[in-house]
């Protein structure tokens, strides 16, 4: 499989500034997703990354706070906007290399503290 | 909808045990099951997956059977090490959307 990197790793933040969070992929993949995952709890799908066109939002989750962009193949970012302590959790990305397979892979997170 | 039952944690156990961390599923059609492994600190790593009834997944000594009769998807280790400390997740994908589906994830300590 390839590399996933994800850049920051770590931030502290101060509420209600905002974050860009990058994932980078070292090989084109048909499908980016970006998950959240709370302290202690398990992972919660945000959207899915589409090339091109706007992003696939899940219930609870809105493009105003979230916005993501995927300008190409390889290469996806989430914002996080307007930023509050509940903010405050591990955001990864994932792909998918391959239409027709289902498997997932992650990169290594990055954990956001909100102040 | 689809969902992942997994045993709460955390597993204690002392090194050289053996381990089995129950999963459940509930979902249409025919899923795909994983385990996912996070260590400390760190990203989740596919750990093994399994695409059809009867199929095992394998992988660093952990594996899991795809029981669809019993909708099932247990992992078991023979002989855990301490690097085996971990939080463990269950999850399924079905459907062409690909959309995962977590289990909450089971924390295993594994002491000397």
């Known amino acids: 499989s390839a590399v996933i990197s994800q850049k920051p790793s770590r931030d502290i933040c101060q509420r209600g500034t905002s974050l860009t969070i990058q994932c980078q992929v070292d090989?084109?993949?048909?499908?980016m997703f970006w998950y959240r995952q709370q302290p202690g709890q398990s992972l919660t799908l945000i959207a899915t990354a589409n090339q091109g066109s706007e992003a696939t939002y899940e219930s609870g989750f809105v493009i105003d706070k979230f916005p993501i962009s995927r300008p190409n193949l390889t290469f996806s970012t989430l914002t996080v906007s307007n930023m509050s302590p509940e903010d405050s959790s591990i955001y990864l990305c994932?792909?998918?290399?391959?239409?027709?397979?289902?498997?997932?892979?992650f990169g290594p997170g990055t954990r956001l503290t909100v102040l | 909808g689809d969902s992942v039952t997994q045993m709460e944690g955390p597993v204690t156990l002392s090194e050289e045990a053996f381990l089995t961390i129950n999963c459940t599923y509930t979902?249409?059609?025919?899923?795909?099951l994983f385990w996912y492994v996070q260590y400390p600190g760190e990203g989740l790593q596919l750990l093994l997956k399994?695409?059809?009834?009867?199929d095992k997944g394998s992988n660093k000594g952990f594996e899991a059977t795809y029981r669809k009769e019993t909708t099932s998807f247990h992992l078991e280790k023979g002989s855990v090490q301490v690097s085996d400390s971990a939080v463990y997740f269950c999850a399924l994908s079905s459907g062409g959307y690909q959309k995962v589906t977590f289990g909450i994830g089971t924390k295993l300590q594994v002491i000397p």
């Open positions: 994932s792909v998918v290399y391959r239409q027709g397979t289902d498997t997932q892979y």
């Open positions: 399994a695409t059809k009834a009867d």
């Open positions: 090989s084109q993949v048909t499908m």
């Open positions: 979902a249409t059609g025919y899923p795909s």
